[in-house]
């Protein structure tokens, strides 16, 4: 193929991606299920304009590093310090039993042989999909309610930054384990080492941005600086201790949330995030999703994979609160808030696709269960919210 032949790839992939991600949006549907269904359009699926290549898979990859940078950016860490405990105890319960429930779900329909086995790392992996938790759309619910700020929203927002964060690690031991880059405790010791190294790194790059960007004003140097430390901590993560490279990214990401042009840096960011790589990324997951298994099995499948997901946030999430010493009124809130996936289970179910633990077909339920969890959510939150005055505390 003719190397110029890459810039009609892109020019189809990014026209498309945004203009149904925006088609989407209109309709109240997340952007990124708009650019996916884009790639599905454009792609083998259908029209065959665009083939998946290795430079496209490249510049995926890129877009989703930056992706998590941003997360990690956007996080509010004086928030997540704030709730602390109850938020923390959310989190683990909403990666646990959706990790379990996914696993179980998986070996129902496949088959799922001893522990160490390539269908139980198959199993495990459908379960760690199901531990992401997207709280833009719930968040967007509780601002358009006045309810952030209250005890019930501030919970729910630090507990689904956790649940992410816990998300990803177990996704690098997962990754780490099946890929045979280590034993469980082999993986474990360098996750916890690398954990370390970012805390002391992170302290020390703080301090440093902090004093030298105070001194010389707000200027691109910032969003240079930052985006090289995203990619060289991205680098060090899987490079030197095996971690995935979105781990070390969103770290990174974290490391700077605090400082004072956080969100100045955080939108220089998205210029070529949003314009560029991200679309080329959700696209992509459309161009390597494939129907060929697709079969009464796989949609009854489909179903139960929505449904598990959402019941075992609910559930989950729902007890923890519960046990945190919210009402069920409260907790019930909560877990509902908790059922919302979107980018993040598709970064992970991406890194599972090159591992050989996800067939490209298993891209299509998360598309839906995506799809579902945005639209009923703020149904529901709006539901049970709907006695309460617009703008009471909890």
Not at 63 to 81: E, H, P, R, Y
Not at 222 to 232: D, K, P, R, T
Request: glycine share 10%.
């Amino acid at each position: 193929m003719e190397a110029y032949m890459i810039f009609k790839d892109l020019a189809i992939l990014i026209l498309s991606a945004k203009v149904i991600g925006l088609l989407m949006q209109k309709i109240k549907i997340p952007q990124v299920v708009g650019e996916i269904l884009a790639g599905l359009l454009v792609g083998p699926c259908l029209f065959n304009w665009v083939q998946p290549t290795d430079f496209l898979a490249e510049m995926s990859e890129i877009g989703v590093v930056l992706l998590m940078f941003s997360t990690g950016l956007g996080t509010n860490l004086k928030q997540l310090i704030k709730v602390g405990p109850v938020a923390l105890l959310i989190a683990c319960f909403g990666v646990f039993i959706p990790l379990v429930s996914g696993t179980f779900l998986y070996g129902a329909f496949y088959g799922m042989d001893a522990v160490g086995t390539e269908s139980f790392y198959k199993a495990v992996f459908i379960g760690v999909i199901l531990t992401a938790t997207s709280v833009s759309i719930t968040a967007n619910v509780l601002m358009e309610m006045n309810k952030v700020s209250t005890k019930v929203g501030t919970a729910l927002i630090g507990a689904a930054v956790m649940d992410d964060v816990i998300g990803v690690i177990v996704l690098t031991g997962v990754l780490g384990i099946s890929t045979g880059k280590g034993s469980i405790g082999n993986v474990l010791v360098k996750t916890v080492l690398f954990l370390i190294f970012a805390v002391v790194a992170g302290i020390l790059i703080y301090k440093a941005a902090n004093v030298y960007f105070n001194k010389h004003g707000r200027s691109h140097r910032e969003s240079i600086f930052s985006l090289a430390l995203c990619f060289g901590m991205a680098f060090v993560a899987e490079h030197f201790f095996g971690i995935a490279d979105i781990t070390g990214a969103y770290l990174a990401g974290l490391i700077l949330c605090s400082l004072k042009d956080a969100e100045y840096i955080e939108s220089k960011m998205n210029v070529g995030d949003y314009l560029f790589f991200s679309p080329i990324f959700f696209a992509s997951i459309g161009l390597k999703t494939s129907f060929d298994g697709l079969d009464k099995n796989f949609l009854q499948f489909c179903i139960c994979f929505v449904a598990v997901a959402l019941i075992a946030k609910v559930a989950g999430c729902g007890l923890a609160a519960k046990i945190g010493g919210f009402d069920w009124g409260d907790s019930l809130k909560i877990g509902v808030g908790m059922m919302t996936r979107g980018e993040v289970a598709l970064v992970v179910a991406s890194k599972g696709l090159p591992a050989g633990l996800v067939d490209p077909i298993i891209f299509t339920a998360v598309i839906i269960l995506i799809l579902c969890s945005s639209i009923l959510t703020p149904v529901l939150l709006k539901i049970l919210y709907s006695k309460e005055p617009l703008a009471s505390a909890d």
